[in-house]
């Protein structure tokens, strides 16, 4: 596999709440994503990076705001957590804008 | 995934061969893969082709692309249950940053 984490591997938490997400890579490439992957939707992209400091948004963005202060790591933050966020949420990483990706093993999130 | 569309369910036998097929829009797309979601777990890549070829073989899988048709299928061969899974489609984009995924085919292997 490649080496990729995220962190929590799940959590709980009620609706208003700020949320963090971690994704950490040891491949060191260049451009990280977040998904988020709920029922008859398949996966979604919320957020990506092409670098450090350099993101944009995906299909998904609203709600969501995301940091890349090392190449390493890549964080999603929701500010207020909804109901509608309940999800289990994807990091994925690739060497090339439009090669391959490889995903971590996912972050399940409930928003009560 | 809007552009990218998958049949939902496919259901084999142990031992015979399995065709997942998948359907893109968009004809400036560069690379065409396949994942394998099981249970609890991420996506793991599969195998992926190149727009430009027609076929790609690995071990069990097979890979057929009709670029005209914006037709791919995955067909694997002796098909096992421990293939039982959620099989996803993506495209890549020279004009993109992501993967543009299909909703997945549940693929159920019965003894």
């Known amino acids: 596999d490649a080496g990729i984490t995220q962190s929590p591997r799940h959590k709980v938490t009620e609706t208003g709440t700020p949320v963090t997400l971690r994704c950490h890579q040891t491949e060191n490439h260049r451009y990280m994503y977040w998904y988020r992957q709920d029922p008859g939707h398949g996966l979604r992209l919320i957020h990506y990076s092409y670098g450090v400091k350099d993101t944009d948004k995906g299909e998904v963005s609203d709600g969501y705001s995301v940091s890349r202060s090392k190449t390493e790591d890549f964080l999603l933050t929701l500010e207020s957590a909804t109901s509608s966020q309940t999800s289990v949420y994807f990091c994925?990483?690739?060497?090339?804008?439009?090669?391959?990706?490889?995903f971590g093993p996912g972050t399940r999130l409930t928003v009560t | 995934g809007e552009d990218v569309e998958q049949s939902l369910f496919l259901s084999v036998r142990e031992g015979d061969s399995s065709v997942i097929n998948c359907t893109y829009t968009?004809?400036?797309?560069?690379?065409l893969y396949w994942y394998k979601q099981e249970p609890g777990a991420g996506l793991q890549l599969l195998t992926y082709?190149?727009?430009?070829?027609d076929m790609k073989q690995d071990q069990r899988l097979t890979v057929l692309l009709n670029k005209k048709d914006k037709h791919l299928s995955l067909r694997i061969a002796d098909t096992q249950t421990g293939d039982s899974a959620i099989y996803f489609c993506?495209?890549?984009?020279?004009?993109?940053?992501?993967?543009?995924f299909g909703k997945g085919t549940s693929l159920l292997v019965t003894p």
């Open positions: 082709i190149f727009s430009n070829m």
């Open positions: 994925a990483i690739s060497p090339d804008r439009i090669g391959e990706q490889y």
């Open positions: 968009d004809s400036s797309s560069t690379y």
């Open positions: 993506a495209e890549s984009r020279d004009s993109g940053y992501a993967l543009n």
